[in-house]
């Protein structure tokens, strides 16, 4: 039986890809058509034609090109077994860090709802938490920040962790001397798998929903935790050592930066 060709327009209906991209396999090498006629007509065997799907299979799965290249070159089964668990294993770390994002941005947009709904109020608030990374913290002072220890980039295995990472200010409530007071550390809202990240529960506490700038008037930052005092005493509630500043947003507006802030001020019942 005399071999069957398929033509390049052929080739890329059936793959649903444009005659382009046909063409540029071919001048990548990695599907060459058997037969090229005087006149350029490009002519695709069957082989050719099953070897074009494999491409674009795994063009489809996110392998890069010279990775295909040399996937061409399998010797036998074996070898197109090995690369296919290879490669699942990487799509499962993706697809691990795409659960990440995913579960990031939603619990960014539950937090960030609390500024729309109660914008510069207390909540009593139940089972929150914030992480904190204790390889790379700054003390706060009149002069600015410096940075106390910084081996984070030295150790840290989570960089999805690292990079979406926020700013959260340590206080003292009880002494205003005290050598933690003003400490900032690199916190997140998600969990990680290095050992240096560590959680701070939040079983029950006071959180303050701040929208403002409270670098433009530092009283009213003390106004803020003097109500916290306040409060917990009308609920009955006696407040732990250090509040802690989680700072998510900035935008400027009317030329002076706003800040979208939970200040949450961790508290137990007095009867516990």
């Known amino acids: 039986m005399a071999e069957k060709y398929f033509k390049t327009g052929d080739i890329a209906k059936f793959h649903g890809v444009s005659s382009d991209t046909v063409?540029?396999?071919?001048?990548?090498?990695?599907?060459?058509?058997?037969?090229?006629?005087?006149?350029?007509?490009?002519?695709?065997?069957?082989?050719d034609a099953l070897k074009f799907s494999n491409v674009t299979w795994l063009r489809e799965l996110g392998v890069p090109l010279k990775t295909i290249k040399n996937w061409l070159d399998y010797k036998d089964l074996t070898d197109v077994s090995k690369f296919n668990e290879s490669y699942l294993e990487t799509l499962l770390l993706e697809r691990e860090l795409l659960d990440k994002k995913i579960y990031f941005l939603q619990e960014l947009n539950r937090r960030l709802a609390s500024f729309q709904t109660k914008p510069n109020m207390?909540?009593?608030?139940?089972?929150?938490?914030?992480?904190?990374?204790?390889?790379?913290?700054?003390?706060?002072?009149?002069?600015?920040f410096n940075i106390n220890e910084s081996n984070l980039y030295d150790s840290q295995e989570d960089v999805f962790w690292n990079k979406t990472s926020m700013i959260v200010y340590q206080n003292n409530?009880?002494?205003f001397h005290h050598p933690k007071k003003g400490e900032v550390y690199c916190s997140n809202i998600i969990s990680s798998i290095d050992q240096d990240i560590k959680k701070i529960s939040f079983p029950t506490a006071l959180r303050y929903n701040f929208v403002g700038n409270p670098f433009s008037d530092m009283r009213?930052?003390?106004?803020?935790?003097?109500?916290?005092?306040?409060?917990?005493?009308?609920?009955?509630?006696?407040?732990?050592?250090?509040?802690?500043?989680l700072f998510y947003l900035s935008q400027i507006k009317e030329k002076s930066p706003v800040y979208y802030v939970h200040i949450y001020c961790p508290v137990y019942y007095t009867g516990e």
């Open 122 to 144: 207390w909540e009593v608030v139940k089972d929150n938490y914030i992480f904190t990374c204790d390889g790379f913290n700054f003390t706060a002072d009149d002069k600015g």
């Open 220 to 245: 009213k930052m003390q106004e803020i935790l003097n109500e916290a005092k306040e409060h917990a005493i009308t609920h009955q509630l006696r407040l732990e050592e250090y509040c802690y500043s």
């Open 173 to 175: 409530l009880r002494d």
């Open 23 to 47: 063409r540029y396999y071919d001048k990548e090498n990695l599907v060459t058509p058997s037969v090229v006629k005087d006149n350029k007509y490009r002519y695709y065997s069957l082989n």
